[in-house]
């Protein structure tokens, strides 16, 4: 682009890339909604305003009508359009970026002298690119993110000094996108706006291999850049407090100061050793050139400082690596000619000498190298001072010592004689004058490698140990910031980091309950700017957890595990405020083999499915819920899990991730937080090898199926018929009687299982019994009928005592597959021996049990939830019967939930007015009769399901009684004898029973009125009556009647009964005789009931001890007397 274009000629030029594509895509957009005869006139002509459309035509060709479209009239009609024709194409930011650019298009017409910013325009170009990326034109999108380049960079590129990769460069598939959605967190700015990542990161072009340092390459220069350039080198190294302690003591060391003279570098495999040489021989090398160097001379400073020493001396260095030597064999330097170099004191020698410029100083080696014989200390001190200051690095000794161990005859010479050389150089490094000598010593078991270094690591430490300074160059807490500095460029926007920092902290001290202590804490703060973008939580997991597994190393491992993140997130335009364990892109491959490649490989097949894979239940979760999927919530928990978790420690006591740290590795400022918590809940129920540990708190991902895959297998071995037993014992269990609806059938499997009995009775109808969306099935429906007509072959006498209750039929499958969950819960409960379950699995069974208990108990009231009742009309005979289909809420049980509906729509009757009844007496069941006996009107009522139904016989005497008063209701007497009414009474309160006779108040009103005429008629000079007997005209002898007396009985003044029970059914007689007889007999006033109870016991083989045991101690508990005798 040329250097002379002012901002508003690329906001120019970027309109003119965006019209073509803008305007094509919207005509074809709106002939599609709105056909192809009136797209035109619909969606352009008639939707923009008459100054808009000014000069536009009427008609013409497609492609007449496309070209006639400026930018801003075609932005306009997607606005205008976009419910009808665009909402559902486009994502709901489309609609602010059209609008953005309506507005930056009008402040271009309108411009003034001023021309537009670097980041207005930038902006709009970037949402000119955007919205063309809506609509999938990622070409020409890419040529208007050239121009916003050359704005923000100077370059089409982008910054020099960044050489990013953008996003558009990488063509997804739908899939791909799909798994590489991120999502930025409210009002923060992205990562990727902050900081940039070094060229070779965000390019992808970095090797493997290039993140471990290799001295010998650098000293033979031959190194990468990165390492061979100590401008480079110290560009991209974080120096360290233990790096800068070494730096230093080294300075002062070859400056002629206190520094010690020989130093042991001794760390864990990957934790820095070599890159901490590097530091030392550029520094020694090449000091000069790092201190003219502005950055490079601010990062050392302080080294200095703690050396006392201003400028570097020269210094000599010699480098020995051991795993770059052949012991076997000797070398030729081409600078020394006629020189053979056989031994390690040979090569540090020679160095030394070349570097010194005095190759004579070799002689004083040379019988020594030629013989294999160490030269002693004497002969390498002098060497040391005669060429000055000299720095000796070891690097991989004992590797080196390995090849000579237990071999004979090598050029290298001895085991024993490297030992003592070993020994007599750091004696000689403390008798010299300003020498130092550096060695690294394994600490890892992989680096130290069978008995043969194991011995010689002993003995070199046994050597080393009598002077040296052990230093360990790299921290934990250090680590980071080199895999920071060497991965990133600094940070470009400090406030901005500073920013997203304060909205983590503000997050973690908001809501302290959901993530652990130390998060809330300033120093959390502060950490999170120290490793910016990386949220401390990778780094915590990489280095706590990770570096356990063998082949994993502190540095490289974690280097090259972040670079391949970093890379991919750079490439799909992650927009996260901070990269966390949640954003790792585990669904890339490389990204994936970064990491699994340290596992076994069945690790590879559980992030497939259970982490981040293409079809992975996490994904899935996302895609089925929004509640989940808005905050990707499921793939952001899995993927924390996993790396938490997936160094597979099954000796740990304490295994996987507890909540708090789930949350912290997922959330972002802005996220609801109990999403994520609901998110593990629901992987947790889902997932085959998510794991929970014995206090249901900590949670890890293994390798080994967890309980949930063996239910699943054994669910797929459960039948149907196995499963709807489970599921009508569960019922049973479940669905008990509630007065007034104690009675309650549980899935009857015929009709005679329903007993015909004078008591209402909720039949629960089975599962294969259900209703359809459209009403009854039609098994479901000859069903009900049948149980209600018939009881096995006989016909059914209380039909208005049945009440139905049934399932929906859509639930049918669910409930069975919950049943089925159940009974494979159960049978591994069963087998817990059998399978070797530890106590954590034991643990997780009793839980399955219990929720799947819980879960089936839930469906079931949540599935029979239509009750179903009975009813028909006078007039068809009860023959036209129907089912009343009505809705309950079992939110407190399917039977509470009944008898709710049956009391609120009175289908079922508790209390009922003596109006209501009479009412129905004179409808239906005076019927052209005087009389009818109580007892016959309740079998009325529990037969005919044109009458209501009644919760009880006590409903209906309770009734009557309270219609005594009125003498407009009935009148009531104790029976009929020789068609007389005996105690018949009209208006009067009085006890009610079944063995009475309702009158009909007309009919007693006139019997009573006969009876006091006739006592009017019967003077004192009558012949008298003997009592007991009735007179002429129905009254009794003896003292006058009240009125409405009627023949009376003789009155008697007690009750006896003796009857035997049968011993099975006895308690059920027993409550019928109290009931009926015993009731009516208390009632009475001043009567006084005494109940015995006799009982005899016969066995003609004499009862063992256990029933004599027995009998006695519940007799004594209850307090009864008995006794047994022979």
Partial sequence: ????????????????????????????????????????RTGVYDRLFENQRMNLPRE????????????????????????????????????????????????????????????????????????????????????????MRVVRYGSEDGSVAAQSVEAADVHLTKKQRTLAETLPAEALPSWRDVVSPQADVTRGVYRKAEFAADLAQVAAGTAQSEYQDPVEFFGRTYVTAGMQGLL??????????????????????????????????????????????????????????????????????????????????????????????????????????????????????????????????????????????????????????????????????????????????????????????????????REIGG????????????????????????????????????LFLPVEDTDARDRVCEAFGALYRDNAGEFPVEAKEADYERRLAACYPVHPEVYDRLYEDWTTLP?????????????????????????????????????????????????????????????????????????RETRYGQFQAGRRVARTVFLGSAPDVAAQNVRGLDRKQILLGCIQPGDNVPVFVDALVRLKGSSQYLYEDTQGVRYWFDTRPSLLKTVAD????????????????????????????????????????????????????????????????????????????????????????????????????????????LIAWRGIEADSELLNLDRSQQREVAEGIKGSQADLQSAIREAWCHLLVPSSTVEGGGSDLEFDDVRINAVDGVVPGCLARLRSDESLVERWAPMLLSMELGRLLWDGRDEV???????????????????????????????????????VASGVEDGEYVNLTLGERRSVYTTDVLVRPDVASRVIAEREAEKVDDGPGDMPVEPGTVGPHGGEGGDAPSQGDGPTETLLSGFYLDMELDPVNGVMELDTVLAEIVDPLRLADGTRVRLHLSLSAENGAGFDGDTQRTVRENCNTLGYSGQFEE
Avoid at 13 to 32: Q, S, T
Avoid at 572 to 581: E, H, K
Avoid at 747 to 758: I, Y
Wanted: hydrophobic share 40%; glycine share 8%; with cysteine.
């Fill in 1 to 40: 682009m040329p250097d002379s274009m002012s901002n508003h000629d690329y906001l120019n030029k970027g309109f003119d890339l965006l019209l073509d594509p803008l305007a094509d895509y919207v005509c074809i957009r709106l002939k599609d909604v709105y056909g192809v005869s009136d797209w035109w």
């Fill in 60 to 147: 013409g060709t497609f492609m007449d009508l496309v070209n006639s479209l400026d930018v801003t009239a075609s932005l306009r009609l997607i606005d205008v359009n976009w419910r009808e024709a665009f909402k559902a194409q486009l994502v709901k930011s489309a609609r602010t970026w059209v609008n953005e650019l309506i507005e930056l298009r009008n402040a271009l017409a309108h411009r003034g002298r001023q021309d537009m910013t670097n980041d207005q325009t930038a902006r709009g170009l970037e949402t000119m690119a955007l919205l063309l990326e809506s609509f999938d034109d990622r070409e020409e999108a890419e040529k208007i993110r050239k121009l």
């Fill in 248 to 445: 230093s003591q080294a300075l002062s060391r070859v400056a002629g100061g206190s520094g010690e003279p020989v130093i042991q570098l001794k760390t864990a495999f990957g934790g820095g050793k070599t890159h901490s040489m590097l530091a030392l021989y550029h520094l020694m090398k090449s000091g000069t050139v790092l201190g003219d160097t502005p950055r490079t001379r601010e990062q050392l400073e302080p080294v200095f400082e703690a050396a006392g020493v201003f400028r570097v001396p020269k210094v000599h260095v010699a480098c020995v690596v051991g795993t770059a030597l052949n012991p076997a064999k000797s070398s030729r330097p081409q600078t020394m000619p006629g020189v053979t170099v056989n031994t390690l004191w040979g090569e540090i020698v020679c160095q030394l000498a070349l570097s010194a410029g005095k190759p004579e100083l070799y002689d004083l080696m040379r019988e020594a190298d030629k013989k294999h014989v160490s030269p002693g200390s004497e002969a390498l001190r002098q060497v040391m001072d005669d060429c000055g200051s000299c720095l000796v690095l070891l690097d991989e000794l004992v590797a080196y010592a390995k090849k000579l161990y237990g071999v004979d005859g090598l050029k290298a010479g001895s085991f024993d004689n490297f030992i003592t050389f070993v020994q007599e150089l750091t004696e000689a490094a403390r008798a010299s004058r300003s020498s130092l000598v550096v060695a690294s010593i394994p600490e890892s078991e």
């Fill in 451 to 486: 008995e043969a270094g194991q011995l010689a690591l002993e003995a070199i430490e046994h050597t080393f140990g009598r002077m040296e300074s052990i230093w360990k160059p790299v921290t934990k807490d250090e680590g980071f910031e080199i895999v920071s500095r060497r």
């Fill in 551 to 623: 082949g994993f190393q502190r540095t490289r491992g974690v280097l090259r595990f972040m670079a391949s993140v970093i890379h991919q997130l750079w490439l799909v335009g992650d927009r996260s405020p901070m990269i966390l364990p949640g954003s790792l892109p585990l669904y890339d491959a490389v990204t994936r083999d970064e990491i699994t490649r340290y596992l076994p490989d069945s690790w590879n097949a559980v992030v497939d499915a259970e982490v981040d894979g293409e079809g992975s239940e996490p994904l899935l979760l996302d895609q």
């Fill in 714 to 821: 054994r669910m797929g071995q459960v039948g149907d018929p196995e499963a709807d037993d489970a599921l009508r014992a569960q019922m049973q269990r479940q669905m008990k009687g509630v007065d007034p609806l104690g009675c309650v059938q549980v899935w009857p499997l015929r009709s005679a299982d329903v007993p015909d009995e004078e008591q209402v009775r909720l039949v629960v109808l089975g599962v294969d019994h259900g209703v359809g969306a459209t009403g009854f099935d039609g098994d479901a429906a000859s069903c009900a009928r049948d149980y209600l007509y018939n009881r096995g072959e006989a016909p059914r006498t209380n039909r208005n005592m049945l009440v139905f209750c049934a399932c929906e039929s859509r639930r049918r499958t669910d409930l069975r597959e919950r049943a089925k969950r």
């Fill in 933 to 971: 006996g109580v007892s016959e009107l309740w079998n009325m009522f529990c037969r005919y399901t044109y009458l209501p139904r009644l919760a009880d016989r006590d409903v209906l005497l309770r009734c009557i009684e309270e219609g005594c008063a009125a003498d407009s209701f009935w009148g």
